[in-house]
């Protein structure tokens, strides 16, 4: 090698370039596997389904103050569906398709409001009371009665007079001074003329009446033989009469509603939009597991909240007893008029036992408290499996399928996929929506990575093994005449092996270090050129919603991003895989040379 350093010169360099290029692609290629693999242990992927209604309908409500109607458009939506319509082969559901109810809970030992801070809230602002109008009047627009009796209100009402508005019916009937009337009124509602220059007195309106919408299992409404009136007068014997017993099981039922909780089934908690937009987190305990499924435990997660009032913790057993279930509405659209039945009774309960508290969760401050997607304050969580009784003489409701209750969780990376099926089944009456928190983005950016990799990883090898075929046969086979005089003069053949392999293996070396310290600090640059890139909020992207932190404080945004740290080991590894090769080809092209006697190479032509 020292009488031709051209050679030698050419083989270090490009054996440590083509080292670099193996360092590169093995460093990238390293990091894109790891980055792989915790997004998959992290990242969640659930859809997300809504009933599309079949058409819009113009509705009219009367406005007594405008004395014209207001008019909105109405969704009409067809028969509830079934999640079972999303049951298709090759889907490969991790959890769900699921269509879930909320129960309500009563006990007369829960605090559902936080009473000992000031201005928390909480509470009904509605009260039913017997009524007398002060004068003969028609109440489109406020009229002044007294009341006379309070039946229930959460907040104390003084007996005395207030006005009070039908304000919402184009055709109140007559009062009468000399009768008394029972009311569900919502005190203090509005201020007549608010808008105007000189706005009238607060008035309180009727807000809710003696009413059902009992449904059967299969979504169809049971005929109800209430009134529904707002209004209706008190005579004597009244409350021994069917209606007068509707209005006293409605005070039962808002009274009872006062000591009421919801609560949610769930077969995977990552299916409520809380948790999985992280608007939710445990902050004691743990989360549900998979025994707690598949062995139907009485367990249950508890709000911070609701922990607090009642003075709960880890470990403590909390009694439910379930009296309702509704399907098609959230916990945020409950009212306490749905606890009676199509009879006009309050509903028995069909599940009473003891919850075991497991965990505490919390939800992340600012997070909307108001939207049907979020954990209401009292809300407690229950493992599906766990709700033994039947439901079939409590379904208070049914509805058609909504994103905040209808949704199933899929493997990540198989969005398109699932479309592909789903496109299949030629159903045009329901929108499904993904949402993988980000997955698809950061997979697509690691999917270019890796093939950037496989390339530089491929051309790498096959340089290598090009170049070392090469200048190990420059220096090694071409060498033949000379390990044949030196063996005729007497040298050994391990000696002569060691002699050809050992600058060959010297430059192997030299040039292996040379392109992993390169190629590691390439990786470097490369890697540090993509944590500069442009960064983008995901949060109100398809694919991904929202934000927050898990239990143990960390962000969101910190999962979403790609690990750009380098392994140092991997281009020092690249360094001695080439030198290995290195050796094993010279010693095969040593053996051949070897395996020749000296007198037959001496007397082939070149």
Known sequence: MLRTPVKAVLFFLLLSAAVLLLALGGSLGVMTAENQKRFDSIFVTVGIVQQRPLYTQEEKDWDAEEQDYTAYNRPVYGDPMDEAVLDMEGADYISGPENRPYYISLHDSYEVY????????????????????????????????????????????????????????????????????????????????????????????????????????????????????????????????ETGKAWLELVKAYKLADY???????????????????????????????????????????SGYFAKNNKLQVGDKLPLSLVMACFGRSTQQYLPSALLNAQGKFYEPFEEDEFEIIGIYDLVPGTDRYSDYTLQNNEVLIPYTAVTGSIKDNIACYGPLKGYNASFRIPNGSIEHYKELWEKQENEELDIRFYDRGYS????????????AVILLVSGSVTV????????????????????IERSLGVSRGRCMVSLMSAVLLLAAAGGFAGSVAGG???????????????????????????????????????????????????????????????????????ENLKKEPLELLTQKN
């Open 114 to 241: 936080d009473r000992e801070t000031p201005g928390s809230g909480g509470g009904s602002s509605w009260t039913i009371a017997e009524v007398r109008p002060l004068e003969d009047c028609i109440p489109n627009g406020p009229v002044k009665l007294k009341i006379v009796r309070t039946l229930y209100s959460y907040f104390p009402v003084n007996i005395g007079e207030i006005y009070f508005c039908d304000h919402y019916n184009e055709n109140p009937e007559k009062l009468s001074a000399d009768k008394t009337y029972i009311m569900a009124l919502q005190l203090n509602y509005w201020q007549h003329g608010m808008f105007t220059a000189s706005p009238g007195p607060y008035e309180s309106i009727p807000c809710v009446a003696p009413s059902s919408s009992q449904s059967d299992e299969n979504g169809n409404k049971i005929p109800c033989g209430l009134s529904g009136r707002y209004i209706e007068e008190v005579t004597e014997g009244f409350y021994e009469t």
């Open 465 to 484: 093994l090009l170049i070392l075929i090469f200048f190990c046969h420059l220096f090694i086979t071409k060498q033949n005449k000379r390990t044949a």
């Open 521 to 591: 600090k390439l990786t470097g640059k490369v890697v540090a050129a993509m944590e500069e890139a442009p960064q983008y909020n995901r949060k109100f992207s398809d694919g991904a919603v929202g934000t927050g932190e898990d239990g143990n404080g960390v962000k969101d945004e910190e999962e979403k991003e790609i690990d750009t740290s380098v392994n140092a080991g991997i281009p020092m590894a690249a360094g001695g895989i080439v030198f290995i090769a290195a050796g094993l080809i010279a010693y095969i092209m040593m053996r």
């Open 441 to 452: 983005q950061l997979k697509r950016s690691l999917d270019d990575i890796r093939k950037i």
């Open 260 to 302: 009421s909780i919801p609560v949610t089934p769930v077969s995977d908690i990552n299916l409520l939009m809380s948790f999985f937009n992280k608007d939710a987190y445990i902050k004691e305990g743990r989360s549900f597991e998979e025994a707690d499924y598949g062995e139907a435990k009485k367990v249950c997660l508890i």
